[in-house]
């Protein structure tokens, strides 16, 4: 067998064991001539050992856009070469193309990408030569250009051994992320659809996240906060992204998960000073997230959005995260944000102080209130029902698999305990596993109370005054036009 031969066996051998397929051809150790050497599948090799995909794992990954390409492909053909710039990681190991980059790792490593052969190994740096193919086109590591030829590409590197190369994958993002949620969501079901996000601490940024790994096209950002260091055992950013606002941070958090979402910020305060501002977000909104975690945001938000007939999700956890609650508000169907408050007061008012803001805002001149956040494990579970009951008001009017929930989650409040919590209602509540018909920790529980047909937001109020007073609705005045 020719060295040529061989060698291309081996390098087939390779890739059949890095993606755990099986192939023509196998590695095996020969340990007689102390040497690896590739034989045809099935042939016998009683002295061998055989090499696995755990074995082989020892090679450097390198992963280039296949749209990026596409684009460039006349320049590339045209010129005969490319600059194109690389993140690395871990020393070298794997290398990521900036352009699919939206955190990179700090060390960048350029090459140039060299259409056809590359002849002879370069003095430094790094080439990447892109030829024809006749492998399946189906696979990672080959790219179908727009004249629908396939090619593969292979990374050589300055100074090291003619033989050490290196295979391109090509990551065709998109597509590829679409081909994880077809078997629940038709690919592009989310992409027209726009959420609002208000408040993105630890809840709602995994909320905004988790929308975006499923498919949401377009999100709104609003927060006027900075992720402090003591955020970061709670917040999906991290130590890197201390200092920034955190708007920005989850904006880039989706956009790692959804590439071609499209994101705006808004870093500014939710407060009736913004009025205008926030109202203008809401009608721009299919939906609207709220998690901010004071009284006043949230009313101001319910209200703009019973105004503009926009559904909206709020969620927070209570104090030291023993628990959480969801609203869910379709306006006029359902109790809104004011009924609530006014038919729950104190389940209202049990609100996790999660920053030395929120305990100024609610403490008295002569008795602080504390610090006490809980656990990102205890907020995440509310986080997360918050995120499907979202799904669901996004999916209300398509075609989904899950719109089987609908009948599973048609109460407009839920409930959600982590502990049974000494000096609350549930410090007595019997252990799960004890559980016949009462309430427990860790489970969910639907919710139904009366929306309040003379709420001053989505009820009809003056008739419910003149009632309760005996006056001729005739004789009072009109309520002033909102803003």
Not at 438 to 450: D, H, L, S, V
């Amino acid at each position: 067998m020719s060295t040529g031969d061989q060698r291309s066996m081996i390098r087939e051998a390779m890739q059949a064991i890095a993606q755990r397929k099986p192939g023509k051809s196998k590695l095996v150790y020969d340990k007689t001539k102390r040497t690896i050497v590739a034989v045809s599948e099935g042939v016998s090799t009683p002295k061998a050992l055989n090499i696995t995909a755990d074995d082989a794992d020892m090679f450097g990954v390198v992963t280039l856009s296949s749209g990026w390409l596409r684009n460039k492909w006349p320049d590339l053909t045209k010129l005969g070469s490319l600059a194109v710039d690389f993140s690395s990681w871990d020393d070298g190991d794997a290398l990521t193309q900036l352009e699919l980059c939206i955190q990179g790792s700090g060390t960048q490593a350029p090459a140039t990408l060299v259409f056809g052969q590359q002849q002879g190994q370069p003095a430094e740096g790094m080439v990447i030569s892109i030829v024809p193919t006749d492998k399946p086109t189906h696979r990672a590591d080959v790219f179908v250009s727009p004249d629908n030829i396939a090619y593969r590409a292979e990374l050589i590197e300055g100074g090291k051994p003619a033989g050490d190369r290196r295979e391109v994958v090509f990551a065709d993002i998109e597509p590829q992320l679409d081909l994880r949620r077809a078997g629940i969501l038709e690919t592009t079901i989310l992409k027209d659809r726009t959420v609002l996000c208000i408040g993105l601490g630890t809840g709602g940024a995994h909320v905004a996240v988790e929308l975006a790994k499923s498919g949401v096209g377009h999100f709104i950002l609003v927060d006027r906060d900075r992720l402090s260091v003591g955020n970061v055992v709670r917040h999906p950013g991290g130590i890197s992204q201390v200092g920034r606002t955190k708007a920005n941070v989850t904006r880039d958090l989706i956009l790692e998960k959804n590439p071609n979402a499209q994101v705006d910020v808004h870093i500014v305060d939710v407060g009736f000073d913004n009025r205008g501002t926030m109202g203008g977000l809401v009608q721009a909104a299919d939906l609207v997230i709220c998690g901010t975690d004071n009284r006043q945001s949230k009313l101001l938000i319910n209200e703009l959005c019973v105004s503009a007939n926009k559904p909206a999700v709020y969620g927070g956890a209570f104090r030291r995260a023993y628990g959480g609650q969801i609203l869910r508000v379709r306006p006029k169907h359902s109790p809104c944000q004011q009924c609530f408050v006014s038919a729950l007061p104190d389940e209202a008012s049990d609100v996790e102080v999660s920053s030395q803001d929120d305990a100024d805002a609610i403490a008295y001149s002569d008795r602080p209130v504390a610090v006490e956040p809980g656990l990102s494990l205890d907020v995440l579970p509310i986080a997360t029902q918050l995120a499907k009951l979202a799904l669901l008001e996004l999916l209300a009017d398509k075609s989904s698999t899950l719109n089987v929930l609908k009948r599973d989650f048609d109460a407009p409040w839920y409930l959600w305990l982590n502990r049974p919590e000494p000096g609350t209602q549930y410090a007595d509540m019997p252990p799960l596993s004890e559980s016949r018909d009462e309430m427990t920790i860790n489970r969910w529980y639907g919710i139904y109370f009366e929306r309040d047909e003379q709420c001053p937001v989505c009820g009809d109020f003056l008739a419910g005054f003149a009632a309760a007073y005996s006056i001729d609705p005739a004789r009072l005045p009109a309520l002033p036009e909102k803003d």
